[in-house]
T-cell receptor, first 117, second 118 residues
Framework: GAVVSQHPSRVICKSGTSVKIECRSL??????MFWYRQFPKQSLMLMAT?????????EQGVEKDKFLINHASLTLSTLTVTSAHPEDSSFYIC?????????????FGPGTRLTVL | AQKITQTQPGMFVQEKEAVTLDCTYD???????LFWYKQPSSGEMIFLIY??????QNATEGRYSLNFQKARKSANLVISASQLGDSAMYFC???????????????FGAGTRLAVHP
């Protein structure tokens, strides 16, 4: 399958600071990437859809000014958690849509565990 | 209504035996895709298998097979010859190809935790 990387894998920050998470598709170009949040022992919750060269589409209830998404190239999307607070602590995971001929599968990054003190 | 339902919060199986993880779905879209992902304790989501709504045959990938029953709207995952490394959370997901929200979003079930015992 395709490879998606995510960086950093773990980050601890102070309340009020901003944190940037990178998601890269390593062996294919992804016009669409997705950002999810996962609470302990729960399923994945889609936060937003990131489209290369255009604005992200946010799911209902997700603050777009707090979770800034940039998809500047076909292999990179970033999620910035602005003015982070302890309630933002979570596991954030991205995926990239591989739409090459014959496949249309989302491949996931390894995730980023964010802890806000 | 839940679009993806996984009714088994937890399952256990003896090593080397087969296990079936249940998944039912609900959609009116004639074109859709069904996926299974594995999430070990490390957190990464590992793609296992895909079934398209128009595929005539059940998908298979090594020890994984998908028992696709379109009329019943079920897409159960069968793992044969279980191994200790199969212990993980397993998520069923659906992509609706004509979803007005576009972008081929995945809808996930709640997951099933599988424990393989020696």
């Amino acid at each position: 399958g395709a490879v998606v990387s995510q960086h950093p894998s773990r980050v601890i920050c102070k309340s009020g600071t901003s944190v940037k998470i990178e998601c890269r598709s390593l062996d294919f170009q992804a016009t669409t990437m997705f950002w999810y949040r996962q609470f302990p022992k729960q399923s994945l919750m889609l936060m937003a859809t990131s489209n290369e060269g255009s604005k992200a589409t946010y799911e209902q209830g997700v603050e777009k000014d707090k979770f800034l998404i940039n998809h500047a190239s076909l292999t990179l999307s970033t999620l910035t958690v602005t003015s982070a607070h302890p309630e933002d602590s979570s596991f954030y995971i991205c995926s990239a849509r591989d739409s090459r001929e014959g496949t249309d599968t989302q491949y996931f990054g390894p995730g980023t565990r964010l802890t806000v003190l | 209504a839940q679009k993806i339902t996984q009714t088994q919060p937890g399952m256990f199986v003896q090593e080397k035996e087969a296990v079936t993880l249940d998944c039912t779905y609900d959609t009116s879209d004639p074109s859709y895709g069904l996926f299974w992902y594995k999430q070990p304790s490390s957190g990464e989501m590992i793609f296992l298998i895909y079934q398209g709504s128009y595929d005539q045959q059940n998908a298979t990938e090594g020890r994984y097979s998908l028992n696709f029953q379109k009329a019943r709207k079920s897409a159960n995952l069968v793992i044969s010859a279980s191994q200790l490394g199969d212990s993980a959370m397993y998520f069923c997901a659906m992509r609706e190809d004509q979803n007005p929200g576009g972008y081929n979003k995945l809808i996930f079930g709640a997951g099933t935790r599988l424990a393989v015992h020696p």
